[in-house]
């Protein structure tokens, strides 16, 4: 079923060779154990700390990214994530009619879990890129339910990314994504996607409608 949520018409460093040096000197018995021991924890918390930093300070730094990490908000549930997503601490009727609408769509699917097959950038503009994001719901019985959404994407002044809810989307915009999106028709990743979609309908005839009546 095909979604466009933020634009209606509704993707090491090789360990180098140590080489070990015979240290003459000290014997390994010499040396106090316990001075080891807090030497190793003490440098397992600072390499935790590093990864922990990196980790929260990555953000957002493509549009991808940024789409990728809303639609997992979507999936789990998390609001607040979502929110933070769209840099906003409280949604407006739009986007919080939007949230509750996608959040219970995903939840009427009840997926075990899901697997993004392709996401990329359809075009920019300035600071603004029209991304897509191809994904399966992985549902009880293990068959894959493909699924399609855009989200029109911002990028901030600190250089990350942020998704625009529905009230900044301007007409232009939209009109640009529309003629932009019918281009990307024609490619091979939304060419995939119609052929996953229509091969799970036909092994499924009637999924859509249990769906639909669900949503009522």
């Given at each position: 079923?095909?979604?466009?949520?933020?634009?209606?018409?509704?993707?090491?460093?090789?360990?180098?060779?140590?080489?070990?040096?015979?240290?003459?000197?000290?014997?390994?018995?010499?040396?106090?154990?316990?001075?080891?021991?807090?030497?190793?924890?003490?440098?397992?918390?600072v390499?935790?700390?590093?990864?922990?930093?990196?980790?929260?300070s990555?953000?957002?730094?493509?549009?991808?990214?940024?789409?990728?990490?809303?639609?997992?908000?979507?999936?789990?549930?998390?609001?607040?994530?979502?929110?933070?997503?769209?840099?906003?601490?409280?949604?407006?009727?739009?986007?919080?009619r939007?949230?509750?609408?996608?959040?219970?769509?995903?939840?009427?699917?009840?997926?075990?879990?899901t697997?993004?097959?392709?996401?990329?950038?359809?075009?920019?503009?300035?600071?603004?890129?029209?991304?897509?994001?191809?994904?399966?719901?992985?549902?009880?019985?293990?068959?894959s339910?493909?699924?399609?959404?855009?989200?029109?994407?911002?990028?901030?002044?600190?250089?990350?990314?942020?998704?625009?809810?529905?009230?900044?989307?301007?007409?232009?915009?939209?009109?640009?994504?529309?003629e932009?999106?019918?281009?990307?028709?024609?490619?091979?990743?939304?060419?995939?996607?119609?052929?996953?979609?229509?091969?799970?309908?036909?092994?499924?005839?009637?999924?859509?409608?249990?769906?639909?009546?669900?949503?009522?």
């Amino acid at each position: 079923m095909e979604q466009q949520k933020a634009v209606r018409k509704k993707k090491r460093r090789p360990a180098g060779k140590n080489s070990r040096k015979r240290n003459s000197g000290i014997s390994l018995n010499r040396i106090n154990i316990k001075l080891i021991a807090g030497a190793v924890v003490a440098a397992a918390l600072v390499i935790g700390l590093i990864f922990a930093v990196r980790s929260c300070s990555a953000g957002n730094k493509s549009p991808e990214k940024a789409v990728k990490t809303l639609v997992t908000s979507y999936l789990k549930g998390k609001e607040k994530k979502i929110l933070k997503c769209y840099d906003v601490k409280k949604a407006d009727e739009d986007l919080q009619r939007e949230i509750s609408a996608t959040i219970t769509y995903f939840e009427a699917h009840n997926p075990k879990k899901t697997k993004i097959t392709a996401c990329d950038t359809i075009y920019k503009n300035g600071k603004n890129a029209y991304v897509y994001i191809i994904y399966n719901l992985i549902l009880e019985n293990d068959q894959s339910y493909p699924c399609i959404s855009t989200y029109m994407t911002q990028q901030k002044e600190d250089g990350k990314y942020r998704i625009l809810a529905p009230s900044e989307i301007t007409d232009e915009m939209k009109k640009e994504a529309a003629e932009k999106y019918a281009l990307f028709m024609e490619t091979d990743p939304y060419k995939k996607y119609v052929t996953a979609y229509e091969t799970f309908t036909k092994k499924n005839p009637g999924y859509e409608e249990k769906l639909a009546a669900k949503l009522r």
